[in-house]
């Protein structure tokens, strides 16, 4: 669904994405592990069109989409969460997952003056999608409350359940497992399996917790100062020499 073709990213002259070749299968759950600073993140930014990149390509299934803006990849079914989730804290969980969906006819005013009856049919499908997803979620006991005030965990769901909202392709999740329980992570582990299996997602995940990349993912591609070190299932990754000494650094 996704290649990646030669990706730089420099800040300055510090290359944070330095030359990152890569595929994305459709329909897998694509684990990218690395180091701290191997520029995962940015590689996400910049595949996700938050970043422009330095030079290379970037390609979703055919297509040419390097340096597309989020919005127009978020039409094409390419959504991605951040390391640090991003709800409105003052507004209910319900009601994030409502604000998602783009195109309700409630934006044009055009709308508000004539098409009263179909905004309010429209709110009605909405709302029932949002329960459907934090039902899907074990989360709908908290529909009502802030999400500002969502433990990490159940702010990590409510990044999933956006994704949730509408008909993605692929949704790219920044560590969406750190500093989330125990419990809470097995939820979100069953979310996106789910998602996989039951409605076609295709995931890349990046995450620390080895225990959740080696159920969930395969294949698992290791980043290291830019650039791609290695790639294959969880298993044999772990004992890449190469991978190991990435990690316990040289
Ligand atoms: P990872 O997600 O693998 O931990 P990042 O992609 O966040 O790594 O960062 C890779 C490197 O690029 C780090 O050394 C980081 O400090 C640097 N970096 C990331 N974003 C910026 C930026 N906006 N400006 C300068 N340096 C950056
Ligand atoms: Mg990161």
Known sequence: MIEVHDLHRHFG???AVDGASLQIRTGSITGLIGPNGAGKSTLFNVIAGVLPPTSGRVVMDGEDITGLPPHELFHKGLLRTFQMAHEFSSMSVRENLMMVPPGQSGESLWNTW???KRIANEERALRARADEVLDFLTISHVAEEKAGNLSGGQKKLLELGRCMMVEAKIVFLD?????????LLGTIADAIIRLNK?????????EHD?????????PVIVMAEGKVLAEGPAAHI???EAVIEAYLGR
Do not use: H, Q, W
């Not at 560590?175 to 419990?183: C, M, P």
């Not at 997602?201 to 990046?206: A, P, R, S």
């Not at 080895?210 to 395969?218: A, E, Q, S, V, Y």
């Open 175 to 183: 560590e969406v497992g750190a500093g989330v329980n125990r419990t």
């Open 210 to 218: 080895m225990d959740f990349i080696g159920k969930l993912c395969d």
């Open 238 to 240: 772990m004992e890449n």
């Open 13 to 15: 002259g510090f290359r």
């Open 198 to 206: 039951e409605r076609g997602y295709t995931f890349c995940v990046i």
């Open 114 to 116: 004539f098409g009263r």
